[in-house]
């Protein structure tokens, strides 16, 4: 990617809120053929106020290196951007390329390339082995990974070091009695966000670290004995005083903002909350570490944005795979996932990205992320349940909870 745009963008904050505001098409012509050269649609959201920018330096370096394709960019705020979508499908006119999260209706309708027509094998061999397998359906890959996140343990060393806590915890049990130390100094041990804002998230961080889970795109499985284990020791820290009062109506936004001002010993967060303890509070003593789990074995919550491309024209296809190897290249990629905050999805990107030490936890724990069921249709009102039931844990038995939120799975 050109020097131009290094410069420029790597002192944005890599972190920013959603824009609400859309834009229109950034390129001029209309899609298909014009003159010979080849014209992409291509529909991204807003990750933060330079992702516009971001999208637009791509596509100036790409269609300098390939002047027979021109791509018009379409930008529109994630509140927007399944509606413009759907809106663009009934009128015949989907995008090309789209940035987006739900694909399994798309692929189940015959509207999408498979992923291996649309990049090279270069371009797919280098997704992570977890990331390329959660862009299936039916056996057939057709996302390709754009952007991950995973979770990591955030602990304050302040607090660890009044608590008399050697190290960050590694198991659950570790974990517990680290809690339990804080919370006796007067602050809160460990921050449980089981409010409407993310109880799903919070559940299959404590699942996933018990070989558990949610299902696959054929099954929801949420009532296992694997999950109920991993409830019943959730429940457990909140009895044990380890969290902070009322988890089930504690948000996962406030929470770690609460941690960000040194009030909390220990929460789950993202790479983005790294941004914002710089930006909010500087001189926070905290590490990072890997997600405890019951056997100490790394496991975590993953969650990937992707890249489709869709059926409009077969002439258009080798624009799309070059469009789709050109920036997947390890130069252009790692800056645009640098910029916008992310972690990569590709082995290459890793490694590029391995030497910054503050992402390193999140790094080494991609491979052994797990990953919401995205393609199964009944994920919608599993997801709802999850929000809806499961702050009801502090009040009921974990086999309560669990039984009501796949009975809701289950009538979808």
Known sequence: MKSKLRTGLAAMAAVGALTVSSCGFGGSGDSGEEGGATTLDLLVPSYSDGTKALWEGVIEDFESANEDI??????????????????????????????????????????????????????????????????????????????????????????????????????????????????????????????????????????????????????????????????????????????QPDPGATQRTPMINVFAQGQIGMVYALPQTVGQIEEENPDLNYGIANVPTNSGEPS???????????????????????????FYAEDNYVEWVETEGFLPTTKSGSEAMGSEESLKPFLDMLPTAKFYPTTNPDWNATDGAFKALMGQLEDQDAQTVLEQIQAKADAA
């Open 70 to 243: 021109s791509v018009n960019l379409q930008v529109e705020s994630w509140e927007n951007l399944e509606s413009v979508l759907q809106t663009k499908i009934q009128a015949g006119e989907a995008p090309d390329i789209y940035n987006g999260g739900a694909f399994s209706a798309f692929a189940d309708e015959g509207l999408l390339y498979p992923a291996n027509e649309v990049a090279s094998e270069d371009t797919i061999s280098d997704f992570q082995e977890s990331f390329a397998e959660n862009e299936t359906f039916d056996g057939t890959q057709y996302g390709l990974p754009l952007i991950a996140s995973v979770r990591a343990l955030f602990y304050n060393q302040d607090l660890f070091d009044a608590a008399g806590i050697q190290a960050p915890p590694t198991t659950w049990d570790e974990l517990h009695a680290a809690a339990q130390k804080i919370s006796a100094t007067g602050v809160p041990g460990y921050g449980m966000p089981l409010g409407s804002e993310e109880a799903q998230g919070e559940s299959l961080i404590w699942f996933a670290g018990n070989g558990g889970g949610f299902g696959d795109e054929s099954e929801i499985a949420v009532n296992t004995p694997e999950n109920l284990e991993a409830a019943e020791f959730m429940k457990k820290m909140i009895s044990d005083g380890a969290t």
């Open 300 to 326: 975590t919550l993953g969650v990937a944005d992707r890249l489709m491309a869709f059926k409009n024209d077969e002439d258009k296809q080798e624009a799309i795979k070059a469009f789709m190897d050109f």
